[in-house]
């Protein structure tokens, strides 16, 4: 508790916002620009040539710089997001469902960030680059490790979230595993209430397929790997409960029952 108001305290001290030189967090721009360039130019075979088949994105053309969020399903810890910052960059630049003109990556959309779990990206040097091109680091509610746990909500992590949030894109996986149709966290509820983003729900598959867990190394060749954005769900913070958003949630990156009865039939 006391880590937590500090870290609270700290936020109000410094009154963390970005400028031309630093993020939200106080991370420097010409840093993260460097990162995503080399990521992204590191990565960019596994998706190009027809492998990364994209719908959709001509929804989030339009979408304001600040204030949005997207919610999606997932499958490996960091391919799943160096894809979607393929397609943000891409977009960015005008080029509509196709990272095909890697050019995007000389200006990209640096105002992305994503959650992932602190255990996941303090596991060495390169998730230590990982995480400084954009991510923001959580303690999962219910695991540790191997081991279940149960905790409340951290609100120092839901600070960070809001941070981002108004600075920029925030990405999260509210399943919070790569396990498919696992149940949805309602934690990400508490986000939407406290910052009200516009959310835009994303569809991925076949990332599983073709790389290991941690979307490093790949594991089979010339494998098909979709990703789906979708128009912003419609979500009534005055009428809508926590349930029935978790719900439109689950939904919108296809992983409710009524999408698990389909995938078994």
């Given amino acids: 508790m006391n880590i ?9 001290k410094k009154r963390f916002t970005s400028n031309i030189l630093k993020d939200v967090f106080g991370n420097y721009h010409f840093i ?20 990364l088949q994209l719908q959709g994105t001509e929804y989030i053309k339009n979408l304001p710089d600040k204030r949005v969020l997207f919610v999606s399903n997932h499958q490996t810890y960091f391919a799943d997001v160096f ?21 995007y990556l000389l200006n990209p959309k640096i105002n992305i960030y994503y959650v992932a779990a602190k255990e996941t990206m303090n596991q060495g040097f390169l998730t230590k680059l990982f995480t400084y091109s ?12 191997e081991k279940k746990v149960n905790r409340i909500v951290n609100s120092s992590d839901i600070t960070k979230m809001g941070m981002a949030i108004k600075d920029g894109w925030l990405i999260t996986f509210p399943q919070g595993t790569t396990q498919d149709f696992a ?5 990400i509820v508490h986000v939407i209430r406290k910052y009200n ?3 835009v729900p994303i569809v991925i598959d076949g990332f599983n397929k073709a790389y290991d867990k941690k979307g490093i190394r790949i594991i089979k060749k010339e494998v098909l790997q979709k ?6 769900i419609e979500i009534d913070l005055n009428k809508d409960s926590t349930e029935l958003i978790m719900e439109k949630i689950m939904d919108g990156i296809e992983q409710s029952s009524k999408y698990y009865k389909n995938h078994i039939l």
């Avoid at 937590?4 to 109000?12: A, D, E, Q, R, Y």
């Avoid at 990703?227 to 912003?232: A, G, L, T, V, Y």
């Fill in 4 to 12: 937590h108001l500090s870290f609270l305290k700290k936020i109000k």
């Fill in 227 to 232: 990703m789906i954005f979708k128009k912003p």
């Fill in 134 to 145: 954009g991510a923001i680091t959580v303690s999962r509610t219910w695991k540790e490790g």
């Fill in 183 to 187: 149940p949805g966290r309602r934690g």
């Fill in 83 to 103: 894809a979607m910052f393929h397609v943000f960059c891409s977009v960015k630049n005008g080029f509509i469902n196709t990272i095909e003109n890697p050019i």
């Fill in 32 to 51: 993260k620009r460097f990162l995503i360039f080399t990521l992204g130019c590191i990565s960019y075979n596994s998706y190009n040539k027809g492998k």
């Fill in 197 to 199: 983003p516009i959310v």
